[in-house]
């Protein structure tokens, strides 16, 4: 079992890994939310547990980003704030558990677990994306494309997944830069069609079959 922590508080920090690791767990520490967020990019993890009161970077938002990329994983909130709102606040922004700072090793290791094995749960049932021969597992974040790996970065990913789940849909640069970039169109700015063009050299390029296509005037296509 891998687990990602993210708490700004060495001195808990090292009690949890050492704990984390007696057990024969393997644990990455980070000690901000933009440190947290990077970690998780950079491999998948059974569990994540978030401090709240993050620099950088708060818990909620950084579960709010953890969820949107990946929905089945598993997230603790380990704070001091023990107030319905604060809690309310938690599960709203996908946490699937809350534990209330100061609390006993052993309940924590307990609720990893059971995060850890509803987690396996989903191994059987992992949501793939499929447009002819390309393919995009959710869970996994992976994408290949007859059999061959490709790889994307965080934004690519989001950005094929969106059109993905969207596929045969034409959908506009409004909903993309709303969607995926999570801001309001700028009309005086190409990021979108630039991200397109790295989209279409990692998926498209090679191959007879076009998947990506752009709607002249509104935006873009992913059909097969």
Not at 49 to 64: H, I
Not at 93 to 104: I, N, Q, S, T
Not at 160 to 166: C, D, G, Q, S, T
Request: proline share 2%; net charge negative; charged share 25%.
């Amino acid at each position: 079992m891998t687990i990602l922590l993210v708490e700004d508080e060495a001195g808990l920090a090292s009690f949890i890994q050492k704990g984390i690791e007696s057990e024969g767990y393997d644990i990455k520490v980070a000690f901000d939310g933009l440190m947290g967020q990077r970690l998780f990019d950079q491999q998948p993890f059974d569990v994540v547990v978030l401090d709240v009161n993050l620099p950088l970077l708060n818990g909620f938002e950084l579960c709010r980003y953890i969820k949107q990329h990946s929905p089945r994983q598993a997230v603790m909130m380990l704070t001091a704030l023990d107030g319905l709102q604060d809690k309310e606040s938690g599960f709203g922004a996908g946490a699937d558990d809350y534990l209330v700072k100061p609390f006993e090793f052993r309940e924590l290791l307990l609720r990893i677990r059971a995060l850890a094995r509803r987690g396996a749960g989903y191994a059987n049932q992992r949501t793939v994306l499929r447009v002819a021969d390309l393919e995009l597992d959710t869970d996994a974040r992976t994408v290949t494309r007859a059999g061959r790996r490709i790889e994307l970065t965080t934004r690519e990913y989001s950005l094929l997944e969106y059109l993905l789940v969207n596929k045969g849909k034409k959908v506009s640069r409004i909903d993309i830069a709303e969607k995926v970039w999570d801001l309001h169109f700028d009309t005086n700015t190409n990021i979108i069609d630039v991200y397109m063009n790295y989209l279409r050299n990692k998926v498209d390029k090679g191959f007879d079959q076009k998947l990506l296509h752009t709607v002249v005037g509104f935006g873009y296509l992913l059909q097969g």
